[in-house]
């Protein structure tokens, strides 16, 4: 987990997944930080990520949804505008 601006980050698991969120296992502590929007790297290297909200908290377990992707966002308007 990262945040959006790179201001923190938090090593975590991945305990389930689908292509509309995650449920992830944080192993530090992540009281008081903006959950609001960050980002779940998804590999290493850090060249897979998606963007994410935080929707409930279980104790160290997170839900969490995935955000649109700023290009499906430009497709859906373009479709809009053509219409």
């Known amino acids: 987990m990262v945040a959006v601006d790179g201001t923190w980050h938090r090593k975590c698991t991945v305990l389930d997944i689908s292509s509309t969120g995650a449920k992830v296992m944080v192993e530090e502590s992540f009281d008081g930080l ?5 980002f779940l790297r998804l590999s290493t290297t850090g060249q897979v990520f998606r963007r994410c909200g935080l929707i409930r908290v279980n104790g160290s377990e ?8 700023p290009s499906a966002r430009s497709k859906k308007k373009k479709i809009s505008q053509a219409v």
Do not use: D, M, P, Q
């Open 62 to 69: 997170i839900g969490v949804s995935f955000s649109e992707e």
């Open 34 to 38: 903006n959950l609001k929007e960050f």
